[in-house]
Structure formats: structure tokens, C-alpha cells
């Protein structure tokens, strides 16, 4: 195999990564929805949208942006389970560290609490999502440039020092499922310099209570075919987990890191080269994964 191909290697910076995913992976747990249903959802989506926009430089107003986050996922059907909070009172803000699965992850966070996001700059070219972004006052990085990395964490670092919680995605691409990828250090470096508490966090589909591959948002998958899927799912909801802040003295970012994933990733981390597996501390239930196959870079890393 290519060594630049293998999922999980960086490709073209540092926080750019491929994912061994597909779009085939997305698949329904549960039958699609009546067309009326589907026709429904997208009338309902595209006015809840069009209010978000219409809010302009507003929309970064906390309780506007839970309100409209709320309102866009009920508008497609999707219910937030085991919602918590996910930042520490007080002090600097938290570094909020999410698996990644599909382009609802965000609505679904804010959903739960308006927090600052990291995201790669070309989100904000993205149809829906980009302008979105934009208003909601997303923080957006060159991922594609490691020149750039040190400064990309002095200004996280500055955030988090100034008391703005920030939720990344150390992925760096999306995967189908919770057990999948490895966490980048990089941002765990910016919670250590500004004394800030990371918030482990794992968001995981499910569809009547199965697990659902559905809303994956892998590979060459285009955003008006991720949302179509969704669309027609029937009972999705997403269950957002807040795990406990990883506990030990002297922690540099590779050990913070290493905890923080093994918490997130349903309880496993994945072997990196040269290193065995760590055993599970947590009982996280992993969520089996479909066939994959090799393909060009994933595109999806937010």
C-alpha cells in the first residue's frame, strides 16, 4: 500500500488526514420515511435555514444559535439524547474534544451548548453549512499549510486563555462510525499552555435505538446526498456523551491526548504504528463498523 494512501496518515498538513470511509458506508438501520414525511422535512429544513441566515451577525448570539441549531435538527427529525454540559464554569473555557461523523455533529453541539468551533477554512465555502458557519462565529484554520500550526495554536490558546470554550475535532476527517481514527496532539498543546480542562465528548446515530451508519458523511460523499439520506431517515437521533476531564499529573499533550481518545472512541484506542493497542478503561459500547474501502482523500474534515 502507498504509505500516503493509509487511512489515518496525514496527506497534506498536519490535521489533514485521510479516512478509510466511503460514502457506502451511510447506510439506513430502519426504513425510510413517506415521501409526504421527506417533503415535509425539507420544507421545514429550508425555512429553518432561511430564518438563520436572515439573522446575520446575530446568529453568534448564544441563545439564538441553540435555538436555531434546535430548530434545524427538529426540522429534520433528529432528537439530541443524553445532553449535559459541556464546559467548566469559570476560569479559561474548555477544549471541548468531539469525534467526528458527519456535518451534523455541529448543530448537534450547539444544540446542546453554543461553544466556539475549529474548522478547516474550507467549511466556510460549503452550501448551508459554510454561511452558517460564517455567522456563528466559527474560527477557521488552514489545515493544508504546516507553516501555519503554531500560529493556528497560539490563537486557540488565546481563546481558551480568554475564556471562550472551543470544541475541535483532533480526527481530523470524518468516520463512519465511534470507533474509528486517532486523535491529533496538536490542540491538546493549546489546553496545556492556557491551563484550560478538556472536555472528552462522544456523539454517536442512532435510528430507533439501533446504532445507524446513515448520517456518515465520508470520502467523495457531496452534502446535498448526505442530506437526502437524512432526510429519510426515520427515527434518528444523536446522543451526545460528555465524558469526565482526563485525570493525571504531568500530562504532556501526547498522554492527554491518548486519554482523551481512549474515553471518546468508546472506550479503545487504535494502535498508532510502533505501539500496541491500549486497553479500554471505560465500558463505552463500540458501534460495529461496515465494509470500507480505499479512496482518495476523505474531503469532510471540519
Not at 489533514?16 to 414525511?37: F, I, Q, Y
Request: glycine share 10%; with cysteine.
Amino acid at each position: 500500500m502507498n504509505p500516503a494512501a493509509a487511512p489515518g496518515r496525514a496527506v497534506h498538513g498536519p490535521w489533514d488526514v485521510w479516512s478509510g470511509c466511503t460514502p457506502d458506508c451511510a447506510t439506513h438501520a430502519l426504513p425510510r420515511v413517506p415521501a409526504a414525511e421527506i417533503a415535509r422535512r425539507t420544507a421545514a429544513f429550508a425555512r429553518r435555514v432561511g430564518r438563520a441566515l436572515t439573522d446575520g451577525e446575530r446568529l453568534a448570539d448564544p441563545v439564538r444559535l441553540r435555538a436555531h441549531a434546535r430548530g434545524l435538527l427538529d426540522a429534520l427529525g433528529i432528537r439530541v439524547e443524553g445532553a449535559a454540559a459541556l464546559t467548566a464554569g469559570g476560569g479559561p473555557g474548555t477544549l471541548i474534544v468531539v469525534n467526528h461523523i458527519s456535518w451534523l455533529d455541529i448543530p448537534a453541539l450547539l444544540a446542546v451548548e453554543p461553544v466556539t468551533l475549529l474548522a478547516k477554512r474550507e467549511v466556510g465555502g460549503w452550501p448551508v453549512v459554510g454561511g452558517l458557519a460564517r455567522r456563528a462565529g466559527t474560527y477557521f484554520i488552514d489545515r493544508t499549510n504546516p507553516r501555519q500550526l503554531p500560529h493556528a495554536i497560539a490563537e486557540l490558546t488565546g481563546l481558551l486563555a480568554s475564556g471562550r470554550s472551543v470544541a475541535v475535532f483532533p480526527q481530523a476527517t470524518t468516520w463512519c462510525t465511534t470507533d474509528q481514527g486517532t486523535f491529533r496532539r496538536a490542540t491538546f498543546q493549546a489546553a496545556l499552555d492556557a491551563g484550560a480542562p478538556v472536555r472528552p465528548v462522544t456523539l454517536g446515530y442512532t435510528q430507533g435505538g439501533r446504532p445507524s451508519t446513515v448520517a456518515a458523511f465520508c470520502g467523495e460523499d457531496t452534502f446535498a446526498a448526505s442530506l437526502r439520506r437524512v432526510l429519510a431517515a426515520r427515527a434518528l437521533a444523536i446522543r451526545v456523551t460528555a465524558h469526565p476531564a482526563p485525570a493525571g499529573e504531568g500530562l504532556d499533550r501526547r498522554g492527554l491526548a491518548a486519554l482523551a481518545e481512549r474515553a471518546v472512541l468508546g472506550g479503545r484506542v487504535p494502535a498508532r504504528e510502533g505501539a500496541p493497542a491500549v486497553p479500554a478503561q471505560v465500558s463505552t459500547p463500540a458501534v460495529p463498523s461496515p465494509r470500507r474501502h480505499p479512496e482518495p482523500a476523505a474531503r469532510h474534515h471540519v
